[in-house]
């Protein structure tokens, strides 16, 4: 019986660039060996890659960011791995994340067998990547149109490059400021903006180099689209769910994994996105009501896998974590 479900999340595959946060040298050998070991698992029935699997984002101002299909292209060994998990298994799902958001089928299309879905429902156990509710990497929908980039779109290309740039919350040690003025003064973007145009030596006129169909734009005009980020926020959700949602790119996403196991009934709730690995159980002892599984990262020192074992109506989450010497060790189950 087929009853395992793996998830994996944050690769970042970029194009082989100094600033890429998945370096081959370092990162290409546990991410073949994940797929192997999950395609060679008799009870593996889906694979989910929930979200910055290829990543447009992490790019300096004066490059041109690379497409996905240019992401595909450069990693022929990683797309050959993920075709053979496809064949031996029932299904390899893809979800997008916010450094691969609007990825298509059609970018895919070199990736054979990979299906491109929005969410992951299998009965109770959901997932998604998470960065909807994180208030710099949601889905930008205030302007209305098709560019729904958000702000950390333009934190990641200020800070690409940055040895202390490695991961979504990396920059809380910088924004810190800006945000305990934010709440005071409500400009959360052009505090965050300007915060990092110190810290990278950019003043307002830099130009963002970006690709058509979009324009290359400074970063005054960065400050202006999203000067109303915050109060946009606290008008379609209310202030303390805005705060949650500032909380959610310095912190974790569990407060959300909960709102969402809570209002919608799921057992098992899964994302990526923080690059943080967590197993979280809220209940009673022994008989969690519901966990929330974070699948951590693939492009740091310990890639690590989020497995769901669905049988007899319980959810058994388990973390295999890559033990640095070829193997990727399963941790103990919590079951719900
Ligand atoms: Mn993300």
Redesign the pocket.
């Known amino acids: 019986m087929r009853t395992k479900r793996f998830f994996l999340s944050?690769i970042h595959l970029g194009v082989g660039r100094s600033w890429d946060w998945f370096q081959p040298g370092q990162h290409e050998v546990p991410l073949l060996a994940a797929l192997e070991y999950v395609a060679a698992d008799p009870a593996t029935k889906d694979v989910v890659l929930l979200?910055?699997i290829f990543d447009t984002w992490v790019t300096p101002v004066d490059e041109v960011p690379p497409t996905v299909a240019e992401v595909v292209a450069a990693h022929p060994r990683v797309t050959a791995a993920l075709t053979a998990c496809a064949r031996s298994i029932e299904n390899v799902f893809f979800v997008a994340?916010?450094?691969d958001m609007g990825t298509t089928a059609f970018d895919l299309v070199d990736v054979t067998g990979v299906q491109v879905i929005e969410r992951y429902h299998a009965g109770l156990l959901y997932a998604e990547?998470g960065?909807r509710f994180a208030m710099f990497?949601a889905p930008h929908k205030m302007q209305g149109g098709l560019d729904k980039l958000p702000l950390g779109y333009f934190v990641s290309r200020l800070m690409a490059g940055r040895d202390d740039y490695t991961a979504?919350g990396s920059l809380a040690c910088y924004i810190d400021d800006a945000l305990e003025t934010a709440f005071t003064t409500q400009r959360l973007a052009e505090s965050v903006i300007e915060g990092l145009m110190e810290l990278t030596g950019h003043g307002p006129q830099t130009i963002v180099r970006m690709r058509a169909p979009r324009s290359d734009l400074t970063l005054a005009a960065v400050q202006q689209k999203y000067a109303d980020l915050f109060t946009w926020w606290v008008q379609k959700f209310g202030y303390w769910y805005a705060l949650r949602a500032v909380r959610a790119e310095l912190d974790s996403l569990e407060w959300f994994a909960d709102r969402e196991a809570r209002q919608q009934g799921y057992r098992v709730v899964v994302m990526?996105?923080t690059h943080s690995v967590e197993t979280d159980a809220d209940g009673p002892r022994r008989a969690p009501a519901r966990i929330y599984a974070n699948t951590g990262s693939f492009c740091s020192g310990t890639p690590t896998l989020v497995e769901v074992d669905k049988a007899d109506g319980h959810y058994a989450v388990r973390l295999h974590a890559w033990d640095g010497h070829g193997r990727y060790v399963p941790g103990n189950p919590r079951t719900v």
């Open positions: 944050d979200g910055d994340g916010n450094h990547h960065h990497n979504p990526g996105h």
